[in-house]
């Protein structure tokens, strides 16, 4: 990997895709983990009032935390420890794997930053990777805006209106993508039977795992912790 030049990239552009990244085979024995782990039609674990106002429908699984030890081969890559010493510096935290399941026919998830923008320094850095194609077919392809990770707050809007210059990625099995936790980013809704992605959270030194307790939406920001908004930002009728 040319290191320094994919450092420079994803500070450019706030996200990062490399494709092929991890082995076919790892990606095949953690998708088989993650379908049997959620079955055929997994509940919702969010209060309503969330699903209602972020029209963000997915469901979280944390493999890790329960023990789970083949997730532990992704985050011991030594390319990836590399990749992302480089990006946030020697000193680094890794957070938690959150696996990020969606049911056939919901929204995916609208516009968000993982945490909130108004200080650059503090961030989290997301490393997502797919165990399968994300296709048409299927549909849940992330959208990001290139460079918003410098551009502050999220404006209020529409929770899934475009963006002009927003970029679609497509990931195939085995992609690694890399997101600052600042970047404008959304899912397509889901068309075909279940999407997934894992992703595997780190940050700078000393930023606990509460940097992604408050998420930042077009119509308002919440609390995960206490399943509460904070603060409305929807538009005025």
Avoid at 150 to 168: E, I, K, N, S
Wanted: net charge negative.
């Amino acid at each position: 990997m040319h290191v320094q030049r994919l450092t420079e990239e994803f500070w450019q552009s706030g996200y990062l895709v490399l494709e092929d990244f991890f082995d076919s085979g790892l990606m095949d024995r953690l998708d088989r983990l993650i379908c049997s782990y959620f079955g055929d039609s997994p509940e919702f674990r969010h209060e309503q009032e969330f699903l209602d106002r972020a029209k963000t429908e997915v469901i979280p699984w944390f493999p890790q935390q329960e023990g789970v030890p083949a997730f532990d081969a992704v985050d011991a890559d030594p390319r990836l420890e590399e990749l992302t010493r480089s990006i946030l510096g020697e000193r680094w935290e890794r957070l938690y794997c959150m696996v990020m399941y969606s049911k056939q026919g919901t929204n995916g998830q609208a516009w968000h930053q993982d945490c909130p923008p108004e200080d650059p320094g503090v961030f989290n850095l997301n490393r997502l990777f797919y165990t399968r194609d994300i296709t048409p077919a299927i549909g849940g392809e992330t959208v990001v805006v290139p460079g918003s990770h410098r551009r502050g707050l999220l404006p209020v809007g529409d929770p899934h209106g475009d963006f002009a210059g927003q970029v679609v990625l497509a990931p195939r099995q085995g992609t690694l993508v890399l997101l600052h936790g600042h970047t404008w980013h959304r899912v397509l809704p889901v068309r075909g039977a279940y999407r997934f992605s894992a992703n595997y959270r780190a940050a700078p030194k000393d930023l606990t795992g509460e940097i992604t307790d408050i998420c930042v939406y077009r119509n308002m920001r919440y609390r995960f912790s206490t399943s509460s908004v904070i603060e409305d930002r929807s538009v005025p009728a």
